[in-house]
């Protein structure tokens, strides 16, 4: 069965250091992948997404995840964290794509993440 | 940039009574969708709609739970007879056709039930 599954609940970290979440899937098809992340008390936000071509994927504000098939993992990595990251992350996979697109995406649990100053 | 948009933001009820959860989605979206997050626990998939009728429903979504497009721009959830544990933040989402196309939340409502 489809699943995503994050493994890291909660990360602390300093300002500057560098972050890496996992996310692993689990899917024998075509995989389309998708991070959000929610800051606090907002709505989710899309990061960044992956559907073909380079497994690297370049998002918003400094992010990027890379895809690799053979590990089933998307990971979510930032070379430099600011407070202002602060978050929940949560990475995403559509369930049972057709042409249209897909009727639901499934969310793996979450990571928070706290940044210190 | 069109965003999707919810209210009310809060809604607080009593237990048994029934709540409208309003949406009104992107406007060249076709596809909507209504999560709910209880406090501190994972994103959940309740409903996907198009064409006017339900897409898929997680088990969830039972038949306390309905949803609607009544006109050309809302899509409402309504849960006709509220218990105590569907406190929870109640996100809309909608996106366009393709299966690049990511989904966009609108800001939630956050439901109380007393």
């Known amino acids: 069965a489809q699943s995503v599954s994050q493994h890291n609940h909660h990360v602390i970290l300093s300002e500057a250091a560098s972050l890496e979440l996992g996310c692993n899937y689990s899917y024998g098809g075509t995989v389309n992948l998708f991070w959000y992340v929610q800051y606090p008390g907002q709505h989710l936000q899309l990061l960044l997404k992956y559907f073909s071509g380079d497994p690297l994927v370049k998002g918003i504000k400094g992010f990027e995840a890379e895809f690799i098939k053979s590990k089933f993992s998307f990971n979510l990595r930032k070379p430099s964290v600011q407070w202002s990251d602060t978050a929940e992350y949560f990475c995403a996979m559509p369930w049972e794509m057709f042409s249209g697109g897909y009727n639901k995406l499934i969310f793996g649990a979450g990571t928070r993440l706290a940044v210190h100053p | 940039e069109p965003e999707v948009t919810q209210t009310p933001s809060h809604q607080v009820t009593q237990m048994g009574q029934e709540v409208i959860l309003r949406c009104v989605p992107i406007s060249n979206h076709l596809y909507f969708y209504w999560y709910r997050q209880i406090l501190g626990q994972k994103v959940e998939f309740l409903v996907s709609f198009y064409n006017n009728e339900i897409s898929e429903k997680s088990e969830i979504f039972d038949d306390q739970f309905s949803v609607e497009r009544p006109d050309g721009s809302n899509f409402t959830l309504k849960i006709r007879s509220t218990k105590l544990e569907d406190s929870a933040m109640y996100f809309c989402?909608?996106?366009?056709?393709?299966?690049?196309?990511?989904?966009?939340f609108g800001n939630g409502t956050r439901l109380t039930v007393t």
């Open positions: 989402a909608s996106r366009a056709t393709g299966v690049n196309s990511p989904l966009h």
